[in-house]
């Protein structure tokens, strides 16, 4: 097993348990964006001085920016030079670990979608350059199954992320709480951001539905393992809200039954014929002018 991909198993173990379906290349070049990715999150989020982390980020960029790709990106030797992610896209990316350094709430809907987009919608186009997709359907499909994922991660890790000092569930949805309520919530702050966090819940699985209209457009095997991600993923959210289970309780996973489950479910279901929908433009209204959703 290669370090990447061990990457993977220990800290994205729905994509790895899906990443047995691909080809030893395609896996390959997914747990090198994969490893790539978390690198520079947990550079963010386990360093100890914010100006560090911060100044470690602006060095990249600026070596990107100086056409030093190989300097930077180890992850990404063993990838043939032409498949290498876009630098707009890996800008972009950057740009969301940065706002994650100077933190501030999002304070929309609108807000919290562009920055689901730089942290996990450009994963999505990262993944599309190293498999060689580049039709631009598909990659919009493509980010909305990122976003849809993030929008998942926000809706799982309220209780922790408040810890470390930040809140993702936009002020607009949740009467403007303070960190305080996060941390010891009355009864009324839990009915606030319990109802916040399964609107966005239920704002991911349109976002869900539109990734599945890409992922059903892709070569067999690829499409087989990314269903089986999707699905996953997803039951994470409707899991949350099949139990009624609140924010500040112990943190909602999916048994390896569940898993299981979900991916027999998924398999059976691989010949089903899906049309193939036009792109729901109102999923990038907030996106605009970002790099591969203008249409």
Known sequence: ???????MQKHGKS???ASWFLDKDTANKLFAVYAMCR???????TSKKSSEAKKEITRIMSLMNNNQYKEIFEEFKGIDNKLHPKQEIINEFLKGQLSDIGFKQP??????????????????LMICDVLDIHNSKLRYFAIDFGIAMQLTNICRDIKEDAQIGRIYLPKSETASLEIDNYKAPSKTDLMIINGARDKLIILADQYYQSGVYGINQLPKKIKRSFLVASNIYQGIGHKII?????FNEQRVFLSKFEKLNLTIK??????????????????????????DTNF
Not at 1 to 7: D, E, G, L
Not at 39 to 45: C, F
Not at 242 to 246: D, E, F, I, L, T
């Open 242 to 246: 099949q139990k009624n289970c609140s």
């Open 1 to 7: 097993m290669s370090n990447y991909s061990k990457v």
């Open 39 to 45: 690198r520079l999150d947990d550079l963010v989020d």
């Open 107 to 124: 304070a929309d809907l609108g807000q919290l979608l562009k920055y689901c987009y730089r942290v996990a919608g450009v994963v999505g």
């Open 266 to 291: 998924t398999l059976l279901n691989l010949s089903n014929v899906i049309d193939k929908p036009l792109h729901e433009s109102k999923l990038h209204a907030s996106l605009e002018d970002l790099p």
């Open 15 to 17: 994509f790895f348990w």
